[in-house]
């Protein structure tokens, strides 16, 4: 599989998983906003199966903020298994989206 390929399959996991915490925990406010954060991230998904580069961009961007977020919420506040999991998704999804850049793919 290409890495592109799995970089998408990765984010449309970590999208739909976002947004199931809605359903798991309920609406709290942090819930309320991983749940925004995967709506985003679905697109992204979405995007990286074309070929545009800007879905690089954002796969790089994005869930480097986000895991800055799951690790501030891991070490500072309450945490859950799905914080965990969407961090590691992150740590494979960025290195990945940053060489394809840097490969110009």
Excluded at 28 to 55: M, T
Excluded at 87 to 103: A, G, H, N, R
Aim: one cysteine or more; aromatic letters at 12%.
């Amino acid at each position: 599989m290409k890495l592109r390929k799995i970089a998408a399959v990765l984010m449309l996991i970590s999208g739909v998983t976002h947004v199931s915490q809605l359903f798991v925990y309920g609406a709290e406010v942090s819930v309320v906003g991983a749940s925004v954060f995967g709506l985003i991230y679905f697109v992204i998904g979405l995007f990286l199966l074309g070929k545009r580069r800007g879905a690089l961009w954002a796969g790089a961007i994005l869930p480097t903020i986000g895991g800055i977020l799951g690790v501030y919420r891991f070490i500072f506040l309450h945490t859950n298994p799905f914080t965990v999991f969407h961090v590691l998704i992150d740590l494979v999804v960025i290195p990945i989206c940053v060489y394809l850049l840097q490969k110009k793919d």
